[in-house]
């Protein structure tokens, strides 16, 4: 089994629809990470959190919010989404820790907004 | 501030041939990591290497080999004798000591023709 999943895979929703994207990982990580990638764009940092009761805001938080429920889930909403969101999203974990910086990434999830 | 460049968005290169992706990074930390990542087309992100500023030696992994370079803030990855499964989109990344955040290049597609 995966270490890091993403559900769904694939999203099609319309403008102004409440949509969540959720992550799971069984790795132990305490920190965990969203990222959109756009093409030409590499990827961004939406939102990260080193433990359940650690949020913070990465590079384009606006338009998206998250929520821990534990140290292995970690999800991604959006209030109300828009066509600029359409993109591929990524959720990555790492360990906390000197020397343990390397991200894992899960299978990412295609959002299309119409 | 912050920031990872690959100056080369395409490539392609006739398969048997080798091939160096160039990565240059701009930090203020005098302690930080360098990663490179794979993204074949289908989506998922693979962790190649991770290296950090202490450490100058270069890494071969089979036909894989990455040349660091301080003095030049690059991180260039040489594919020696490429093959059509190299075909993909590699990112360079950086972080910092404490992890907290990635910084990615925009990565570099690059096409081994059979």
């Known amino acids: 089994d995966a270490d890091v999943t993403q559900t769904p895979r694939n999203r099609i929703t319309k403008t102004g629809k409440r949509i969540m994207l959720e992550c799971s990982q069984t790795k132990g990580h305490d920190r965990m990470y969203w990222y959109r990638q756009d093409p030409g764009l590499g990827l961004r940092l939406i939102y990260y959190s080193f433990d359940v009761k650690d949020i913070n805001k990465g590079e384009i938080s606006d338009g998206y919010s998250v929520s821990r429920q534990a140290q292995a889930k970690f999800s991604l909403s959006l209030e109300s989404a828009i066509p600029n969101q359409t993109a591929l999203y990524f959720c990555?974990?790492?360990?906390?820790?000197?020397?343990?910086?390397?991200?894992?990434f899960g299978p990412g999830t295609r959002l299309l907004v119409l | 501030a912050q920031k990872v460049t690959q100056a080369q968005t395409e490539i392609s290169v006739v398969e048997k041939e080798d091939v160096t992706l160039d990565c240059v990074y701009e930090?203020?930390?005098?302690?930080?990591?360098l990663f490179w990542y794979k993204q074949p087309p289908s989506g998922e992100l693979v962790f190649l290497i991770r290296?950090?500023?202490?450490?100058?030696q270069n890494e071969i992994s089979g036909r894989y080999s990455w040349n660091f370079q301080k003095s030049t803030s690059s991180f260039n990855f040489t594919i020696t004798a490429s093959q059509v499964v190299d075909s993909a989109v590699y990112f360079c990344a950086l972080s910092s000591f404490t992890g907290n955040q990635f910084y990615f290049g925009t990565g570099t597609s690059l096409t081994v023709i059979p």
């Open positions: 930090t203020r930390d005098t302690t930080y990591y």
């Open positions: 290296r950090n500023s202490f450490d100058e």
């Open positions: 990555a974990t790492s360990d906390s820790g000197q020397g343990q910086e390397t991200q894992y």
